[in-house]
């Protein structure tokens, strides 16, 4: 049975664009970003064919999601990054994951974990070093440091790394790209200074291990770009080094039917037929993640053609016009893939909506199975 809908994931697709990144992150080591379940594609699925690519690290941000790459058996390198007080770290630990410091009272929250589970913690100091989010700030870097190196003498936590991240990356000459080096190299100098011997510093995203070879160290945490997104997409250096996007979102028609000239549809009216025309029924709403700002927007693709959003986004379905051409009940919509047949993309769908294509893939609801295959699966 054909299902109604779906996002299907190109895995190749995932692995070879990892294959790319490594390729130009020469020499580094590669930390796939899967948080926010793999970028809606699917953590493990897109971790395994991030590491069958050659990512050698996964990344994430919370505890939960690290023990769910654990449970699913991906034993290798693993950090997780955002936390509040309070937190238990007790299980992370156990699991040998990797977690981020970013103040004297994290550290003695999971070295707390570590005496209670009998094992080293793995830490990664993060400095602040511009972005003004997390990590700590140059005037508590020292004593952050200090902690760890306390903790790492009592033999409570080993410090695996040293890390950073980046505010405006997709902006090339960006006069702060250049300033946040400097401040992570001021951290990195003091810290070894001080003693500690990272296994890894790192600060790139995927906008930094595309454009700035001086920011890749010793490990490169590329998100975006390992589902063939453009972090950059002013530069056009997703296509142009080849990086696939991997998502297909599709479904099927729900309904067809013809409608009279001056009919009204959906909530609101916000759209009235210019002449008699057949309008199909797209399953698709809000609580699956189409926007709602995409009313009388945004395209998709069916019977050939790009076809525009009819009149309101609903929560579950919206309605597209296709005029008199010949489509059936059943027919299957393209909402957007990687644009190889003239469906739109997620970046063309980001541009249209005035964001981003991370917040596309993203948001794409719990309700659509993912599907997985090799190649787009047409
Ligand atoms: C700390 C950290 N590193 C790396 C990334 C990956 O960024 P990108 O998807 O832009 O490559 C993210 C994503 O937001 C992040 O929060």
């Given at each position: 049975?054909?299902?109604?809908?779906?996002?299907?994931?190109?895995?190749?697709?995932?692995?070879?664009?990892?294959?790319?990144?490594?390729?130009?992150?020469?020499?580094a080591?590669?930390?796939?970003?899967?948080?926010?379940?793999?970028?809606?594609?699917?953590?493990?699925?897109?971790?395994?064919?991030?590491?069958?690519?050659?990512?050698?690290?996964?990344?994430?941000?919370?505890?939960?999601?690290?023990?769910?790459?654990?449970?699913?058996?991906?034993?290798?390198?693993?950090?997780?990054?955002?936390?509040?007080?309070?937190?238990?770290?007790?299980?992370?630990?156990?699991?040998?994951?990797?977690?981020?410091?970013?103040?004297?009272?994290?550290?003695?929250?999971?070295?707390?974990?570590?005496?209670?589970?009998?094992?080293?913690?793995?830490?990664?100091?993060?400095?602040?070093?511009?972005?003004?989010?997390?990590?700590?700030?140059?005037?508590?870097?020292?004593?952050?440091?200090?902690?760890?190196?306390?903790?790492?003498?009592?033999?409570?936590?080993?410090?695996?790394?040293?890390?950073?991240?980046?505010?405006?990356?997709?902006?090339?000459?960006?006069?702060?790209?250049?300033?946040?080096?400097?401040?992570?190299?001021?951290?990195?100098?003091?810290?070894?200074?001080?003693?500690?011997?990272?296994?890894?510093r790192h600060i790139a995203?995927?906008?930094?291990?595309?454009?700035?070879?001086?920011a890749r160290y010793d490990l490169?945490?590329?998100?975006?770009?390992?589902?063939?997104?453009?972090?950059?997409?002013?530069?056009?250096?997703?296509?142009?080094?080849?990086?696939?996007?991997?998502?297909?979102?599709?479904?099927?028609?729900?309904?067809?039917?013809?409608?009279?000239?001056?009919?009204?549809?959906?909530?609101?009216?916000?759209?009235?037929?210019?002449?008699?025309?057949?309008?199909?029924?797209?399953?698709?709403?809000?609580?699956?993640?189409?926007?709602?700002?995409?009313?009388?927007?945004?395209?998709?693709?069916?019977?050939?053609?790009?076809?525009?959003?009819?009149?309101?986004?609903?929560?579950?379905?919206?309605?597209?016009?296709?005029?008199?051409?010949?489509?059936?009940?059943?027919?299957?919509?393209?909402?957007?893939?990687?644009?190889?047949?003239?469906?739109?993309?997620?970046?063309?769908?980001?541009?249209?909506?005035?964001?981003?294509?991370?917040?596309?893939?993203?948001?794409?609801?719990?309700?659509?199975?993912?599907?997985?295959?090799?190649?787009?699966?047409?």
């Open positions: 049975m054909s299902v109604t809908t779906a996002a299907r994931v190109d895995l190749t697709a995932i692995g070879h664009n990892v294959e790319l990144l490594r390729e130009r992150a020469v020499g080591e590669l930390m796939a970003v899967v948080k926010a379940d793999g970028y809606g594609h699917g953590m493990v699925p897109a971790a395994r064919a991030a590491i069958a690519g050659g990512a050698s690290w996964l990344g994430v941000a919370t505890l939960e999601e690290a023990m769910t790459l654990r449970r699913a058996g991906l034993d290798g390198p693993a950090m997780c990054w955002l936390y509040a007080p309070g937190e238990r770290f007790d299980d992370a630990v156990a699991a040998d994951v990797d977690l981020s410091a970013t103040s004297v009272g994290q550290v003695e929250e999971i070295i707390g974990a570590a005496g209670r589970v009998g094992r080293q913690a793995r830490l990664h100091l993060k400095a602040d070093t511009g972005l003004s989010r997390s990590g700590a700030a140059a005037a508590d870097w020292p004593s952050l440091v200090d902690a760890a190196l306390r903790a790492q003498a009592e033999g409570l936590a080993t410090v695996v790394g040293l890390w950073s991240h980046l505010a405006c990356a997709d902006e090339p000459g960006h006069p702060s790209i250049a300033a946040q080096l400097r401040v992570f190299d001021d951290a990195v100098e003091l810290a070894e200074k001080a003693g500690v011997r990272p296994e890894v995203n995927s906008a930094a291990t595309l454009t700035l070879p001086e490169v945490r590329p998100g975006i770009a390992v589902y063939g997104l453009d972090p950059i997409p002013s530069l056009g250096l997703a296509r142009s080094l080849g990086l696939r996007p991997a998502m297909t979102l599709t479904a099927r028609l729900a309904l067809v039917k013809r409608v009279g000239a001056g009919q009204g549809v959906s909530y609101g009216h916000r759209y009235i037929t210019s002449a008699e025309t057949t309008l199909g029924l797209v399953p698709l709403g809000y609580a699956d993640g189409i926007p709602r700002q995409g009313t009388n927007l945004l395209e998709v693709w069916a019977g050939g053609r790009k076809r525009r959003i009819a009149g309101t986004v609903c929560m579950d379905q919206f309605v597209i016009d296709v005029g008199d051409d010949a489509i059936q009940a059943g027919d299957e919509v393209i909402l957007f893939g990687p644009g190889d047949d003239g469906e739109p993309t997620a970046q063309d769908w980001a541009e249209m909506l005035g964001t981003i294509s991370y917040e596309i893939v993203t948001r794409i609801g719990a309700r659509i199975p993912r599907t997985y295959g090799e190649g787009t699966d047409r």
